[in-house]
């Protein structure tokens, strides 16, 4: 690590790896800081993200910060949570949704990035590209066999699997009560303990 973690953040913002690629042009979205104690790895920036370089500034956001049982200032002290997507910038919306994580990004930032947090707690897999990026083939053969481990994961690697939490999925919520019941409130009491002083 000789790169200052502030330098290393400028050069991820200037980030120009993929803009051949991107609709709407790059726009990387990162929060991030040394300090931090509880890691968030998402999937990739949406089109609301995208205008406005805050992360989860959407309704997933909103969802997100009800499952974790935080607000908005908390939630957005780089000092307290890393936000780290899998892609950095607005992948661009295909026929079922935005697409996929650009495949240059987390290969080029994330070993660079994570290891200065090494005052990590609890780290967070939103989603399946954030799942198969932090839990490899140890991962479900589906997302919900992802989250359905979850304790395993938590108890092995310290990483929760979470299902993305876009007003999409509302219909795997309905199917999949367990995760309210029995996961949210594993999930609130984990992130309170992370982020204790």
């Excluded at 969802?63 to 002290?77: C, H, Q, S």
């Excluded at 409130?185 to 992370?194: D, F, S």
Aim: contains cysteine.
């Amino acid at each position: 690590m000789t790169e200052s973690f502030d330098a290393l953040l400028a050069r991820i913002r200037a980030c120009r790896i993929c803009e051949a690629f991107l609709p709407l042009g790059p726009r990387p979205v990162v929060q991030a800081s040394p300090t931090a104690r509880l890691l968030i790895v998402s999937q990739a920036p949406g089109r609301k993200v995208h205008e406005t370089g805050i992360p989860f500034n959407d309704p997933s956001g909103d969802r997100l910060r009800n499952w974790l049982g935080i607000d908005r200032p908390v939630f957005y002290d780089p000092d307290r949570i890393a936000i780290i997507p899998m892609g950095f910038c607005f992948p661009g919306t295909g026929k079922g949704g935005d697409l996929p994580p650009r495949p240059e990004c987390a290969p080029q930032w994330h070993p660079r990035l994570l290891p200065h947090l090494q005052q990590v707690r609890l780290t967070l897999a939103i989603g399946q590209y954030a799942q198969v990026g932090l839990l490899g083939a140890d991962r479900g053969n589906t997302l919900t066999d992802s989250v359905r481990a979850w304790r395993r994961h938590l108890d092995g690697r310290g990483i929760l699997p979470l299902p993305h939490p876009s007003p999409r999925n509302r219909l795997w919520l309905t199917r999949n009560p367990w995760f309210e019941a029995e996961l949210l409130p594993e999930l609130r009491q984990r992130v309170a303990e992370a982020l204790a002083p």
